[in-house]
Nanobody, 129 residues
Framework: QVQLVESGGGSVQAGGSLRLSCAAS????????MGWFRQAPAKEREGVVG????????YYADSVKGRFTISQDNAKNTLYLQMNSLKPEDTAMYYC??????????????????????WGQGTQVTVSS
């Protein structure tokens, strides 16, 4: 049974940093395509970053490029999202997601919620000005 559990959210001031974690069970993170998404109140869920299994570069949304970094620890079966230079507009519930994949995702696929099959429960990030 695939499970994803996010943690690491919290409240920070603008310019601060947070690192989100997504602990996976029921599969190996190295064998699934994975991504981070976020959803602010009254807004649609948007892709933040997605990564395939082929070791290629992740795809970042323009809004976070240069500030957020995705990484994974295969030994801990955990995905991370390092978020630096946080802005109030980054405030949202953050979710990790995964899907078995054998081909490299395109940019559109990597940042589209419909691509992913499994989702965590989310962790709240609040950035104050």
């Amino acid at each position: 049974q695939v499970q994803l559990v996010e943690s690491g959210g919290g409240s920070v001031q603008a310019g601060g940093s947070l690192r989100l974690s997504c602990a996976a069970s029921g599969y190996r993170v190295s064998s699934y395509c994975m991504g981070w998404f976020r959803q602010a109140p009254a807004k649609e869920r948007e892709g933040v970053v997605g990564v395939s299994t082929d070791g290629g570069s992740p795809y970042y949304a323009d809004s976070v490029k240069g500030r957020f970094t995705i990484s994974q620890d295969n030994a801990k079966n955990t995905l991370y999202l390092q978020m630096n230079s946080l802005k109030p507009e980054d405030t949202a519930m953050y979710y990790c997601a995964s899907v078995p994949c054998v081909f490299r995702l395109t940019y559109i696929q990597a940042l589209r919620a419909g691509t992913y099959r499994y989702w965590g429960q989310g962790t709240q990030v609040t950035v104050s000005s």
